[in-house]
């Protein structure tokens, strides 16, 4: 028979500790979005798909969205891409970011477009420089901020020339000297990125630049590989930044479709204490004590769990040696042996249920608290982490 307990609130607005206090960096819009000084670090993904193609693009975007995509950015390669910009950000329901390289004209497109921003790469546009004054207006007048965007593969040639190869100290002196065109026009509304695909090269220079100025800082790994790879890289590198209270905005890049790159960048920030967190599984690797298979069982809770969005941490452990401790600290957990599984509700068992029945069991616990959790703290409490409804 099952014990009556008191199912407990998990807490939502704990006080998380965090590794470093967030450098002070100045505060820019980015459509009805802040990123730097306090707001809270966003993240970034963009699309795959021919941005001219305005239905696939905003299906993509609507679900990026959908997955905790706080920014998305579109490349703009043609003149139809560029015309397609005025109805994508128009319905978007998120800050729509045009990603330009060569032609300077689709900067001044993308400003008429309503972007929330537009991303330069001055190693990529011809004679950028004389082309800053008449951008700062157009982007002040129309209350757009933009990215400078240096990237490792497009270093401008004099800065390769003088420092040999895409050292940190080259992307920061092209970073640095494209801010200053800015800042002398009297224009501050721009955070900055220096990409590189090498780890300790991408970490080193955002570490200069940050030491440089309070421009807000987008932080990326490119061209970080495939799925398994880029994650490890992109985790490395914004989590050692993360860790020192750099960087405002995030975008994880892989080779993959860009929904996953979203899943990467939002749990890393749930998982540093920088956003607040949703579902966590805490399953144990297995050992020669475990009586279960725990890979198997920690896959089919995750699954089962999929659609809760109560930030609920739930335990999934092999033997008992530690599933009671670790079922302490979670929301709830089960742990395994002799054909039956154990499952706990803060710590206490509720119920012992045979071992095939443990998903069902734990998917109707977690139900049960996402149902108490919504009738106590308002719908609104459980709709994801997105920075729209967090208080800024
Ligand atoms: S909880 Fe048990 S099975 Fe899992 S790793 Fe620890 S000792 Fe091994």
Redesign the pocket.
Known sequence: MTEAIALGIPSMREERPVLAPRRPTRRIRVGDLSVGGDAPITVQSMTTTKTHDIGATLQQIAELTASGCDIVRVACPTDKDAEALPIIAKQSRIPVIADIHFKPKYVFQAIEAGCGAVRVNPGNIRKFDDQVAAICKAASDAGVSLRIGVNAGSLDPRLLKKHGKATPEALVESAVWEAGLFEECGFHDFKISVKHHDVVTMVRAYQLLSEMGDWPLHLGVTEAGPAFQGTIKSCAAFGTLLAQGIGDTIRVSLSAPPVEEVKVGTKLLEFMGLRERKLEIVS???????QVD?WSLAESVEEGLKSISAPLRVAV???V???PGEAREADLGCASGNGKGQIFVHGKVVETVPEDQVVETLIKHAEAMAEQMRAELGEDALKGTAPSVLAL
Do not use: D, I, Q, W
């Open positions: 144990c690797p297995s050992c020669g004590r475990a725990v452990m092999g033997c040696v530690n599933g």
